[in-house]
């Protein structure tokens, strides 16, 4: 059974600090994603990795970074938290371009 | 770029009943796939198509590439069916979202006792 993880599931930061989110999968799947999502906008894709220190830019790249130094692990940071960036924020795995995706159980960020 | 449309956004229903969600999308695909978020967040893969039915449980989705259509029945609703229903597409052309698929805004479905 496929586990996908993040680090908190609630998490408080104040506006400027760096924040890092955690995910971690246990299949050895290549690609890992980052979303977020809002009330009436869906899921929104941030960054995706394909490969260990790969990265692409998603959909709403724009104040975040991701490091992928491990096959497991993928990490998203938000350099200098912003109130607007006050979300849940989710994490997914997926084997293969065409495979399922399974997705962590979220972290729904506040940032004050 | 591929634009997912969900309908109902939002449903409430008594216990029991036949539930129907909707999804259209603009541009030929190569998979659809229906995921199920409960409150708190998590989200579950319920299923991946790409043409005709498929079933699971009281779970029922079906999918026609002609018309770019899907549909999710829930037969003999229970309140634990209570979440939001997701869509998602797989384009078959390149300009999906960066790992090509796109989502639809969600069905959030509230069944009452």
């Known amino acids: 059974d496929v586990k996908v993880t993040q680090s908190s599931r609630y998490l408080v930061k104040r506006t400027g600090e760096k924040v890092f989110l955690e995910c971690v999968q246990d299949?050895?799947?290549?690609?890992m994603f980052w979303y977020r999502q809002d009330p009436g906008l869906g899921l929104r894709l941030i960054y995706f990795?394909?490969?260990?220190?790969?990265?692409e830019k998603g959909d709403i790249p724009e104040g975040y970074s991701v490091s992928r130094e491990k096959k497991e692990r993928f990490s998203l940071i938000l350099e200098s938290a912003s109130t607007n960036q006050t979300s849940m924020y989710l994490c997914?795995?997926?084997?293969?371009?065409?495979?399922?995706?399974?997705f962590g159980p979220g972290t729904r960020l506040t940032v004050l | 770029k591929n634009e997912v449309e969900q309908s109902p956004q939002n449903l409430t229903a008594q216990e029991g009943e036949f539930i129907t969600i909707n999804c259209s999308y603009s541009?030929?695909?190569?998979?659809l796939h229906w995921l199920q978020q409960h409150p708190g967040g998590g989200i579950v893969s319920l299923f991946m198509?790409?043409?005709g039915k498929k079933k699971h449980g009281r779970l029922i989705a079906t999918i026609n590439i002609q018309e770019k259509h899907s549909s999710l029945h829930i037969t003999a609703s229970h309140p634990r069916d209570s979440a939001v229903y997701i869509c998602?597409?797989?384009?078959?052309?390149?300009?999906?979202?960066?790992?090509?698929?796109?989502f639809g805004k969600g069905t959030h479905l509230i069944i009452q006792p």
């Open positions: 997914a795995s997926r084997k293969g371009p065409l495979g399922t995706q399974y």
């Open positions: 198509l790409s043409s």
């Open positions: 299949m050895d799947h290549e690609n």
């Open positions: 998602a597409v797989r384009s078959n052309l390149s300009g999906g979202g960066a790992d090509g698929l796109t």
């Open positions: 541009v030929g695909i190569s998979a």
């Open positions: 990795s394909y490969d260990v220190k790969m990265k």
